[in-house]
């Protein structure tokens, strides 16, 4: 090996053992050479972040694509003008997480696809002066409306809200009308929490008020929290209970997450892009131009174009939910599924079926009534649970209910889906079968990707 060669591979060595773990599916035979310079450092991560990609790893890749945007952060931080060579970097981030969310299917096992993931793609109108100034006239003579949170009409927010009026009329309807058994109680959370009430309609673009969205981020929930982000706010995440899929747990958690970046930020809109995004980048975008306001970010290369929309989004959203009628909507309302509901105390672990059998009622009805339990019976972990049952039970009809006994408890394993691993070689591994695996996952196809986590019925 020449000599050149021996010090480019030490000057590569660091920086590969550093970034190893975002990518550990990836192990290519020779580190490719970095050549020095902040825009040489930028441009290797990003071709690892491509690579991730390509192999699925979306982890991964937003690991290296944080990095290598972070490499001329530092450099333009350090008084070193990399501007240009940062705002190239960031739209070609962009691009391609973009083009990846696009061409990934919807989410598996017959989940409804978050609202959010449609909102991404959606084609933005160009308002004119007049578009902007009327809209701007309308919201501040609307006397019945109080917002309380600020309320910017600027050309963005005039195009999604153009856009929600036309190509995304029938979604936006659709959440308005499951709207309508959430809204007062998150109100509620809300206000218990001392933050502006209006925060409570953001599951409009989140997930169109569906408690069973999955994003292709595998976000989960009406408040589309990702799961590390909910067990950090007190949400249960496991084999047996997912909380995200709790509307009203979720609620809270959220109204203590935007609470807790409102303390942090100091401005709403700020801490709504924090909890779509994460703060790093959105702070790292502060450091970068100084600033604190979100539309002197926005209109920089700094965020994602997710994050950049977030904020718009909402605010067309809100000020069409405050005045449906005006803007082409109504409040009909839809299926109310919790409504009437009350929660009722019941020894742990026990059968939903046999449940629903003494009170007289399908199921599938009791499970829609508590999304977060993912298995057939309440969490083995606790000695009582409360459960949610219609108003009308009886309560008489479950007594002596009896635990189910843990020797009768399913055991479960959690598995990381490497490349190459079919469900079939999966099964084998663990000595079960593929409709097992399908079952325990919920799953319709037996289409599976690198970095999913599935849940793997024990043996037997």
């Known amino acids: 090996m020449s000599r050149a060669r021996s010090r480019l591979l030490l000057a590569a060595l660091p920086l590969l053992l550093a970034c190893a773990p975002a990518c550990s599916t990836l192990r290519p035979s020779v580190a490719p050479p970095v050549a020095p310079g902040p825009e040489a450092r930028a441009e290797a991560l990003f071709q690892q972040g491509k690579a991730c990609l390509e192999k699925g790893d979306m982890a991964g890749a937003t690991s290296y694509f944080d990095q290598s945007v972070d490499a001329l952060l530092a450099a333009d931080s350090a008084g070193l003008d990399r501007r240009g060579a940062l705002n190239d970097t960031v739209k070609k981030i962009a691009d391609i997480e973009l083009s990846y969310l696009k061409d990934k299917n919807s989410p598996e096992n017959g989940e409804h696809e978050a609202f959010l993931d449609q909102v991404i793609a959606t084609p933005l109108f160009l308002p004119s002066v007049k578009d902007v100034e009327d809209l701007q006239q309308k919201v501040s003579e609307a006397a019945a409306v109080v917002y309380n949170v600020p309320v910017i009409v600027n050309p963005q927010v005039v195009s999604f809200l153009k856009a929600f009026q036309t190509i995304r009329h029938e979604g936006i309807q659709r959440a308005l009308d499951r709207m309508g058994e959430f809204i007062g109680p998150f109100q ?30 595998r976000a989960r929930g009406a408040w589309q929290f990702m799961a590390s982000t909910a067990r950090l706010f007190g949400l249960r995440v496991d084999w047996q209970v997912d909380e995200r899929l709790d509307p009203f747990k979720a609620a809270d958690a ?19 892009a924090c909890y779509n995004g994460g703060p790093r980048r959105v702070v790292k975008a502060m450091r970068a131009l100084q ?62 079926p046999q449940i629903a059998e003494r009170l007289q009622i399908p199921t599938a009805d009791l499970k829609k009534l508590n999304p977060e339990l993912l298995r057939d019976f309440t969490p083995s972990s606790v000695d009582e649970y409360q459960l949610r ?46 409709s097992r695996i399908k079952e325990a996952n919920r799953m319709k196809s037996s289409l599976i990707r690198p970095g999913m986590n599935l849940i793997i019925p024990g043996r037997g």
């Open 389 to 434: 049952v219609p108003g009308t039970a009886d309560e008489a009809a479950l007594a002596g209910l009896e635990r189910i006994p843990a020797s009768r408890i399913p055991k479960y394993n959690s598995y990381r889906v490497r490349p190459g691993d079919t469900l079939s070689l999966i099964a084998r591994r663990h000595g079960t079968t593929v």
């Open 188 to 217: 509620e959370i809300f206000r218990r929490h001392g933050i502006p009430e209006d925060l409570a309609y953001l599951p409009i673009i989140e997930s169109g008020f569906r408690v069973d969205a999955t994003s292709r981020a």
């Open 254 to 272: 959220a109204a203590r997450f935007l609470k807790h970046l409102y303390e942090e930020y100091n401005d709403w809109y700020i801490a709504l």
């Open 291 to 352: 600033t604190a306001d979100f539309f002197t970010i926005n209109q920089s290369r700094h965020i994602r174009r997710e994050t950049k929309n977030y904020v718009p989004a909402f605010l067309a959203s809100l000020i069409i939910a405050r005045s449906p009628a005006e803007y082409g909507f109504s409040l009909d309302g839809g299926e109310a599924v919790f409504a009437g509901s009350k929660t009722i105390v019941v020894p742990s672990p026990a059968s939903l």
